[in-house]
């Protein structure tokens, strides 16, 4: 079974400064994994994507994400902070087994401070 | 431009009634999906579809019901029997096999009033 878990629920950055936001996954075979951002009231649209090739994804907006299997980690990282950043963002896996199913974390609202 | 189609964007619903969310996408994705997101609880699913004529039930699946009928449209009916129907409702499209992650639409939220 697969599943993944967003350790935090909220994170809160200054414009211009670093995020991190963190994932962990569980997955009994070789996972696929993304990241989904949402802005309010809106749909959900993909960032990036692990699908087993390189382990360094980089997405759009400037958003990257590092695949370690041996710490089962898909954290999403961003050197510098825009205002157009804050969102919800949701880390989601998926593997053949399940159908290629997505099952999602709860979400991490990133908030930037000016 | 190709994409997913949600209407209507608000949605108001008396108590004990039914109501459909339409969904459209002309992506030409074999496979559909509805997810149900509350605050704070991520997205669950209540239905997909793999294939025209036919359809799965997902973990939340009781009190709504689902059509596909066309490879394009894929409507969801909140019946009177969904107990707690207010929420965010997203729909999704992807090829068949979806390793390479879903498209969304914009979403519909229902508010029972």
């Known amino acids: 079974a697969q599943s993944v878990t967003q350790l935090d629920s909220h994170v809160s950055v200054s414009e211009g400064t670093p995020v991190l936001l963190r994932c962990n996954y569980s997955?009994?075979?070789?996972?696929?994994l993304f990241w989904y951002v949402q802005h309010p009231n809106k749909g959900l649209q993909l960032l990036l994507k692990?699908?087993?090739?390189?382990?360094l994804v980089k997405g759009i907006n400037g958003f990257e994400a590092e695949f370690k299997k041996s710490e089962t980690s898909f954290h999403l990282t961003k050197p510098s902070a825009h205002m157009s950043d804050a969102a919800e963002y949701f880390c989601?896996?998926?593997?053949?087994?399940?159908?290629?199913?997505?099952?999602f974390g709860t979400g991490t609202r990133l908030a930037v401070r000016p | 431009d190709g994409g997913i189609t949600q209407s209507p964007k608000y949605l108001f619903r008396k108590e004990g009634q039914n109501v459909t969310l339409s969904c459209e996408q002309n992506?030409?994705?074999?496979?559909m999906y509805w997810y149900r997101q509350d605050p704070g609880q991520g997205l669950r699913l209540i239905y997909y579809?793999?294939?025209?004529?036919?359809?799965q039930k997902g973990d939340i699946a009781e009190g709504y019901s689902v059509s596909r009928e066309k490879k394009e449209s894929f409507p969801l009916t909140v019946t009177s029997a969904q107990k707690n129907p207010t929420a965010f409702y997203l729909c999704?499209?992807?090829?068949?096999?979806?390793?390479?992650?879903?498209?969304f639409g914009s979403g519909t939220r229902l508010t029972v009033v």
């Open positions: 692990y699908t087993s090739a390189a382990t």
């Open positions: 992506l030409n994705h074999d496979a």
């Open positions: 999704a499209s992807s090829l068949r096999q979806g390793a390479d992650g879903y498209t």
């Open positions: 997955s009994s075979y070789s996972p696929s």
């Open positions: 579809s793999q294939i025209v004529n036919d359809f």
């Open positions: 989601v896996v998926s593997e053949w087994s399940s159908g290629d199913k997505l099952t």
